[in-house]
C-alpha cells in the first residue's frame, strides 16, 4: 500500500457521524456475521487531533464467513488487503475519487485480543486528558519529521502508542 502525505486536524465532530454512517453500510450487508462495529483510532476520540482517517473496528462471529463476504465489502467501495501484517485481521481501506484514503477498516473476529487492546486505547484516551494532550504533541512531532510519508510517521510515533497502550490495557482491565 502506497505511502500518503501526514496531515494532522484539529478534532472534527463530524468524524462520528461519519463513523455511524458508514457501520450503518456494513450491518447492511454483513449480518448475520456481524456482531458490532466500534469507531477507533483518534477520530474516535473527542479533542484529539488526528489525520482525518476514520479507523473502524467492525467484530465478526467467523473471519472463514468474512472471507467468502469479501465482494460484498469491495462491493462497498472498500480495496481488501487481507491481513496486511496483523494475523487473524482482515483490512481495507476506502479512497475518494482523487485517491486521498478516508476509511481503514480492522476487522476481527470475536476471539481476537486485538479487539481489547483498540478499545482499551481507546477508552483510556477518552478518559484521561493528559494523555491525549501528549499524543497531540507526538503526533505533531512525528508529522513534522516526516510530512510526506504516512508509513515513516506510523513508526516514528509507534513506541509512544506502545508504551501508552500497556498503560490503557492496564487501566482497561482494573476498571471492569
Not at 476520540?45 to 467468502?68: F, N, R, T, W
Request: hydrophobic fraction near 40%; glycine fraction near 4%; include cysteine.
Amino acid at each position: 500500500m502506497p505511502s500518503h502525505p501526514v496531515v494532522i486536524e484539529t478534532y472534527n465532530p463530524d468524524w462520528p457521524v461519519w463513523a455511524q454512517r458508514e457501520s450503518d453500510r456494513f450491518y447492511q450487508v454483513l449480518e448475520p456475521n456481524l456482531i458490532t462495529v466500534e469507531h477507533i483510532g483518534s477520530t474516535s476520540v473527542p479533542g484529539l487531533a488526528a489525520k482525518p482517517i476514520i479507523d473502524l473496528m467492525p467484530i465478526v462471529y467467523s473471519l472463514d464467513i468474512l472471507d467468502q463476504q469479501r465482494s460484498l465489502v469491495e462491493g462497498l467501495g472498500y480495496e481488501w488487503y487481507g491481513e496486511y501484517g496483523i494475523a487473524q485481521r482482515r483490512f481495507c481501506t476506502l479512497t475518494d475519487a482523487n485517491g486521498n484514503r478516508l476509511i481503514n477498516v480492522h476487522f476481527f473476529a470475536e476471539t481476537s485480543p486485538d479487539i481489547t487492546r483498540h478499545l482499551a486505547f481507546r477508552d483510556y484516551l477518552r478518559t484521561h486528558p493528559a494523555v491525549v494532550e501528549a499524543y497531540q504533541q507526538e503526533k505533531r512531532r512525528a508529522a513534522s519529521l516526516h510530512p510526506f510519508d504516512s508509513l515513516a510517521y506510523n513508526v516514528e510515533k509507534a513506541d509512544w502508542v506502545r508504551n501508552h497502550e500497556a498503560d490503557a490495557l492496564n487501566w482497561f482491565i482494573k476498571k471492569q
